[in-house]
Antibody, heavy 115, light 112 residues
């Protein structure tokens, strides 16, 4: 079954850190670029980060640059989030990229930044 | 950053009637490779987005043919020929021509 499953969400204090994981199955993970997209409560979608491979080709939204790091290994996508702020509170989706199109989304992981 | 502007933000519709959503980009979405990377997504409450159309007018696998997309350059339209109950939710356009990828604000389609 082709799917993406996020984990690692939770409540964290401002200034804290959290790492999200996204387990891919049912397809050749290494053949696809991968994204993180987030959605604050009651708000729209915001692209966060992209990775093609570990050696090169990563990109970040300005709002997270220098604080978030995207990485991947054999079948898992990660998002290391540092210096978290209240406005990082959102559902974080991992998403598969096929030629500039996101065709597969995970169910999402909720990250709440609050004291 | 390319700003994506959708109109309307809310669209009350009657079941069986058509609906249309406009998406305008702040600059041309024609990529250097000649393609226009404009996609449409549908999101129901509590669910992840679902791909409907890609490269302006190509329906994704399993998407009913009542959904169609058109446009070029900076102006794009999603049309639903006859709205069904399962079509309610929020629709987003998204550009992938230039990093950072950006989304429209979303258009909420609800039954009158």
């Amino acid at each position: 079954q082709v799917q993406l499953v996020e984990s690692g969400g939770g409540v964290v204090q401002p200034g804290g850190s959290l790492t999200l994981s996204c387990a891919a199955s049912g397809f050749t993970f290494s053949s696809f670029g991968m994204h993180w997209v987030r959605q604050a409560p009651g708000r729209g979608l915001e692209w966060v980060a992209f990775i093609w491979d570990e050696v090169s080709n990563k990109d970040y939204a300005d709002s997270v640059k220098g604080r978030f790091t995207v990485s991947r290994d054999k079948n898992t996508l990660y998002l290391q989030m540092n210096r978290l702020r209240a406005d990082d509170t959102a559902v974080y989706y991992c998403a598969r990229d096929i030629n500039y199109v996101v065709d597969l989304w995970g169910q999402g992981a909720l990250v709440t930044v609050s004291s | 950053e390319i700003v994506m502007t959708q109109t309307p933000l809310s669209s009350p519709v009657t079941l069986g009637q058509p609906a249309s959503i406009s998406c305008r980009s702040g600059q041309s979405l024609v990529h250097s490779d000649g393609n226009t990377y404009l996609s449409w997504y549908h999101q129901r409450p509590g669910q992840p987005p679902r791909l409907l159309l890609y490269k302006v007018s190509n329906r994704f696998s399993g998407v009913p043919d009542r959904f169609s997309g058109s446009g070029a350059g900076t102006d794009f339209t999603l049309k639903i020929s006859r709205v069904e109950a399962e079509d309610v939710g929020v629709y987003y356009c998204m550009q992938a021509t230039q990093m950072p990828w950006t989304f429209g604000q979303g258009t909420k389609v609800e039954v009158k």
